[in-house]
């Protein structure tokens, strides 16, 4: 196919009216975002409800799509590795309901050593998810993420 058969799809110009939630993504490419997330529940029978920033289950699992967004807004294949990206990433987050929740199964010393410190704009729109965290710097939320370890695969 040539030299440039393997190229990334082209992402919209920053010209493009940016969307609200993940503004390094146009509209349209934070719509088909949503989408995908949601086709990727869907194809394994879980529907969910697609907020801007987040999806819900009918059981109440919240899932925040704001990491996925920055992993899709910097694969260099473009819009066109997406599918594969959303589909690793919601494999993970079904897995996390299915198994056993992190600060119940890992012992206490390793939930301290995988605890890091987060840092979240404080715009409105974070502040019902992170209000819970202390003003770092003007502007910024100190927040406290846990860095789980990946399951072993067979």
């Known amino acids: 196919m040539g030299m440039f058969g393997r190229r990334g799809q082209r ?4 010209e493009q ?3 609200r939630e993940f503004t390094y993504l146009s509209e349209a490419e934070a719509a088909r975002l949503r989408v995908l997330v949601r086709d990727a529940f869907a194809g394994r029978g879980i529907e969910v409800t697609v907020e801007s ?3 819900t289950t009918g059981s ?3 899932f925040g799509l704001t990491n996925l967004a920055a992993v899709c807004h910097n694969d260099r294949r473009g819009p066109r590795g997406w599918p594969a990206l959303v589909d690793q990433h919601v494999d993970r987050a079904v897995r996390s309901m299915d198994g056993p929740q992190a600060l119940k199964a890992l012992p206490h010393e390793q ?7 987060r ?3 404080g715009e409105p729109r974070l502040l019902k998810a992170f209000g ?3 003003v770092s710097v003007p502007g910024l ?4 993420a846990l860095d789980l370890p990946r399951p072993s695969t067979c």
């Open 11 to 14: 992402r919209d110009g920053v």
């Open 17 to 19: 009216p940016r969307d």
């Open 53 to 55: 920033g987040r999806v």
């Open 60 to 62: 109440g699992w919240r």
């Open 111 to 117: 939930v301290l050593t995988r605890l890091h410190p």
């Open 119 to 121: 840092f979240i704009p």
């Open 132 to 134: 819970y965290g202390p």
């Open 141 to 144: 939320l100190e927040v406290l």
